[in-house]
């Protein structure tokens, strides 16, 4: 199915969220680019005075404005979020193999800062205490989950889908880590850390 312009897309979407907000039948947003609209409702279906039928539109735009008008994130979205969150810090204690506990041996564990959600080592014997990741360790892991921008007012993308990727930065000013858009200052997206653990 073609699609128009941006505001023609939006409306698309409103009409078609609209409409079945009131009806019984199917709604699926499948992918990040195809959505299915239409009736589906086969136990009632009467060839004298019903008919079922799906429509499939192929866009990114018309998926993304469906997305947002049914509140899509909003309801399965913490749940993705906290499993990404546990595959990354699975991934990241892998990354780092077994680091030894400087004082008893012990193999450390990787564990989140609760405050801030950054990552540390430590040993599980609390006694002796936590260790700070290396920046270029986690530099080299947070490179590697190829996590992409998505900024849509990057203005080095002349305010179009930034393509850069999410990386770790070093604030000098504060001297700590954040995480932005590998073209930043360019494209000024930042994101926190519990984006990612």
């Known amino acids: 199915m073609a699609v128009g312009d941006s505001k ?5 979407a409103e009409t078609i969220a609209g409409a079945s907000k009131g009806h ?21 279906h009467d060839s004298r005075n019903t008919s079922e039928a799906m429509m499939r539109i192929d866009s990114t735009d018309v998926a993304r404005d469906f997305i947002r008008i049914w509140r899509v994130e909003e309801i399965i979205g913490p749940k ?31 564990k989140i800062n609760q405050r801030e959600r950054t990552p540390f080592l430590a040993c599980p014997r609390r006694e002796h205490g936590t260790v700070k990741i290396r920046f270029n360790t986690l530099e080299a892991f ?6 992409h921008c998505g900024n849509t007012d990057c203005t080095r993308c002349n305010h179009t889908e930034c393509s850069g990727l999410i990386v ?15 073209h930043y200052p360019d494209c000024k997206r ?5 984006t990612l653990f």
């Open 8 to 12: 023609e897309r939006s409306g698309r």
């Open 24 to 44: 019984p039948g199917a709604n699926c947003v499948s992918s990040d680019r195809i959505v299915w609209f239409g009736s589906l409702n086969i136990g009632s």
């Open 80 to 110: 993705e979020t906290e499993k990404e969150r546990e595959a990354n810090l699975e991934a990241l204690s892998e990354f780092m193999g077994q680091q030894p506990c400087p004082q008893c041996g012990r193999p450390m564990e990787v």
């Open 142 to 147: 947070i490179g590697g989950l190829a996590k």
């Open 168 to 182: 770790l930065k070093w604030n000098r000013q504060r001297q700590r880590p954040f995480l932005s858009c590998e």
């Open 190 to 194: 930042t994101v926190p850390f519990s």
